[in-house]
């Protein structure tokens, strides 16, 4: 993702169906787009767009994990997708080549 995409960002992070299933707020305004995307999205190790013919539709993320219990588990993946991309296999296709990109 690129500061560039902060429109097709604002789709899905300012939808309320999509919002529901985040941990944070959903940006507001297309500034505070700019601003989440250049101080996480851009610096964060590994945090990929999904897109459809060329354009972001989403985002997948993939961190170090850890279970509730402190003992540290491979990796954490997350996704978001724009509520009008769902139930179309797009984010298990997402999740299966985050795992052979990121090796988990």
Not at 16 to 41: H, L, N, Y
Not at 49 to 73: E, F, Q, V, W, Y
Request: charged letters at 25%.
């Amino acid at each position: 993702m690129k500061v560039s995409d902060v429109d097709d960002f604002m789709v899905w992070d300012g939808d309320e169906r999509v919002a529901k299933f985040c941990d944070g707020e959903p940006c507001t305004s297309r500034e505070e787009a700019i601003d989440f995307i250049k101080s996480w999205v851009v610096p964060h190790p590994w945090h990929r767009a999904i897109c459809l013919d060329g354009k972001p539709i989403g985002t997948i993320t993939m961190s170090r994990g850890s279970r509730s219990n402190g003992s540290a588990c491979l990796a954490e993946v997350g996704y978001l997708l724009a509520w009008q991309h769902w139930g179309k296999g797009i984010a298990t296709t997402a999740v299966k080549m985050a795992g052979r990109e990121g090796r988990i």
